[in-house]
């Protein structure tokens, strides 16, 4: 089968491998000269045969809305285009109906795999009408993994069930990936434990715990034990947030992937704000001992407020 790929970064670049590996002709359009196959999407649509499939592979927002609008100049009646990158479901509904009025069929997949989906697969939710579904499954049969469809790939619903069933996915990796770096942290904390790496390794068969996260984790301790070369900064796709808004919407508790969001924005504070307060707080009704601000050097300032005769902390 014939696909048209736009946007060969990580995960594009791969799924291009994955594709032509099985079998399927794909022509990738990229901005970058020494990746593209073609030099346009005028020249990706005459590079296919009626009716085409256009995969788009871009960052979500502008970007996804600027190609698909672009798109809907250069197809033709019957093509049909498939938006598989991290857009919001809610970006959904107007794509498929820019690109109907011109007689365009449009899906939305949300896909799962990153890096390692070239060789072990992707994981897909797709979108749209089973019309189109059935159009595109030749595309999806060879991406998603080895074994039962049903264990790789879901017709989740209309248009925008497959970015929604994706945005809630990544909720719960937060979770999940929260769950384990704690796990992680207070495992470290100990002297008790003196081997952390195998631990977390020896839960990787067997325990109620295992998945293919942990053995992520543990593939990165063998690389660095401590995990000391990295930084704490820890950012997040958008998915996350999504998420807690649409459990707002819906009064749907999700206390779990809720605080693993907050986890991540209290990664990227050089101080923190809050800390401070509630070193403040704890101060005024307890009279407990602060610490004052690091200095110019950045060493800790010496106890500060009742305990010192200081009354307050200074920054």
């Known amino acids: 089968m014939q696909l048209g790929l736009i946007g060969l970064g990580k995960m594009g670049g791969n799924m291009r491998d994955r594709l032509r590996s099985a079998g399927h002709e794909v022509v990738g359009y990229d901005p970058r000269p020494e990746v593209t196959d073609v030099d346009s999407l005028a020249s990706l649509a005459a590079a296919l045969?009626?009716?085409?499939?256009?995969?788009?592979?871009?960052?979500?927002?502008?970007?996804?809305?600027?190609?698909?609008?672009?798109?809907?100049d250069v197809l033709e009646?019957?093509?049909?285009?498939?938006?598989?990158?991290?857009?919001?479901?809610t970006d959904d509904?107007?794509?498929?109906?820019?690109l109907d009025a011109k007689g365009i069929g449009y899906l939305d997949c949300g896909v799962s795999g990153g890096i390692w989906g070239k060789d072990n697969?992707?994981?897909?939710?797709?979108?749209?009408?089973a019309e189109h579904v059935e159009m595109a499954m030749p595309i999806f049969d060879a991406l998603r993994p080895e074994g039962p469809r049903e264990e790789g790939?879901?017709?989740?619903?209309?248009?925008g069930a497959g970015h929604f069933s994706k945005m809630v996915h990544n909720g719960i990796e937060y979770g999940l990936m929260q769950a384990y770096a704690e796990g992680f942290e207070l495992l470290s904390a100990v002297d008790l434990v003196t081997d952390v790496p195998a631990v977390l390794q020896a839960w990787s068969r067997g325990t109620v715990v295992r998945s293919w996260l942990l053995d992520l984790l543990v593939l990165a301790l063998k690389d660095d034990a401590s995990l000391s070369r990295l930084d704490d900064y820890v950012d997040d796709s958008g998915e996350g947030r999504?998420?807690?808004?649409?459990?707002?919407t819906h009064a749907v508790p999700l206390p779990v992937i809720s605080a693993a969001l907050f986890a991540r924005f209290a990664s990227r504070q050089d101080s923190s704000p809050a800390m401070r307060a509630v070193a403040a707080l704890?101060?005024?009704?307890?009279?407990?001992?602060?610490?004052?601000?690091?200095?110019p050097s950045g060493t800790p300032g010496e106890h500060a407020g009742p305990s010192s005769g200081t009354g307050s902390t200074q920054s």
């Open 282 to 295: 704890r101060q005024q009704f307890g009279g407990h001992a602060v610490r004052a601000a690091a200095g």
């Open 153 to 159: 790939f879901a017709h989740a619903g209309p248009v």
């Open 49 to 72: 045969t009626a009716p085409r499939v256009v995969w788009v592979m871009v960052p979500s927002g502008d970007a996804t809305r600027g190609t698909v609008q672009a798109l809907a």
């Open 121 to 129: 697969g992707y994981g897909l939710m797709a979108g749209g009408s």
């Open 242 to 248: 999504w998420t807690i808004e649409e459990a707002i």
């Open 77 to 89: 009646p019957g093509d049909l285009v498939i938006d598989g990158g991290n857009s919001r479901y």
């Open 93 to 98: 509904g107007p794509n498929a109906a820019l």
